[in-house]
């Protein structure tokens, strides 16, 4: 930084006064501060824009976010809060000191909390205990982002500067949410909305490969004699038939539990942390409320019926996926030959 001292042997302009050369000076040293202070946040924007734009998770692009900030301006709290249609959750940010004297961050999930109608642009305002709040307000109506500044310290942040960030924030978590919506596409049954086989089958393994979860239960579900409600009324009333099983299956799982279209008119269930007795008591409803709906076409009014194979492990040692899948498709194999419309459990657990 340029310094420009006025005193004794300073040269002056003939005939200028002391004040007119103190004022220059000041004005110089103004000058010179405030171009450091540009450069020093055209650094940190670019830096920070390319940390943030190189995720694909929204949560990470805003941790990223929080911990680049924290780093140049000192907070007690940063709070990410996005409208209701943003499809993005809200989350905040509390630093945190460790044992070998750095920092980290400890995240805070806020999943009901949703960004008010605040004016677009930076603002600063005091708070109180809290210190400074910088509020950032997205771009196209996202949301928003609060820092509470550590009380007692201060640091200039120009309004171009907040801009850049907002806008740089912005764009990097509309590309993480584009790629969240193009993944979901991708694992999702388009027809039921639940996972297709290929989603199902990875997230089997993940879920399989946790030892200390037990006791894990598979349910598969066949429609009853589905063929022939596509010889009788045509493929688009078998669609609807599908769809509407997809949903009844959907709303009889419990919170946790990960349901999939398995393959044409079948479909599966895994529960993790259900025993033998419990995942038969889910099978049952899902079986009665697949009975239940009712369907109409040409003025012919029908039902359809479900099979459901019932698989439990119990000790994961010597216990794969794989033979979950078949120990399920054995005892659905059961059920059909036992009449359908009914539920069968494997009786010999080996695992």
Sequence with gaps: MIIVKAGAGDDKSP???????????????????ALTQRLKEARFTVGFCRAVYAHLDPTTVCSTAAAWLNDYFPYRL??????RDSELESVAFVPTRTSGGGTELQRLVLGALHAGSSERGASRRSTGVMGAEVSLSLPDGLGELRLYQVEGESQRLSRSFLAG???????????????????????????T??????AFEELLVIEGERRELIP??????????????NDRFGHPVGDEVISAVG??????CRAGDLAARYGGEEFAVLLPGAGVSSAAGVAERIRGRIASIGFSFSLQDFVVTGSLGV???????????????????????????????????????AC
């Design 165 to 191: 960030i907002s806008e740089c924030l912005a764009a990097a978590l509309g590309k993480a949410r584009d790629h969240s919506r193009v993944r979901e596409l991708a694992l999702r049954d388009a027809m």
């Design 311 to 349: 698989a439990c492990r119990r000790e994961p040692k010597g216990c794969g996926v794989k033979d979950l899948i078949c120990q399920a498709d054995n005892a659905l194999y059961r059920a059909k030959r036992g009449g359908k419309n009914q539920v069968a459990v494997h009786e010999h657990q």
């Design 247 to 252: 949903k009844a299956i959907s709303e009889e």
């Design 15 to 33: 005939g200028q006064s002391a004040s007119e050369y103190h004022r220059e000076a000041e004005w110089a040293n103004g000058r010179a501060s």
């Design 216 to 229: 894990l239960s598979l349910l598969l579900i066949d429609i009853d004699d589905f063929k022939s409600i």
């Design 78 to 83: 940063a709070l990410f809060s996005f409208a």
């Design 193 to 198: 909305g639940l996972f297709n086989r290929r």
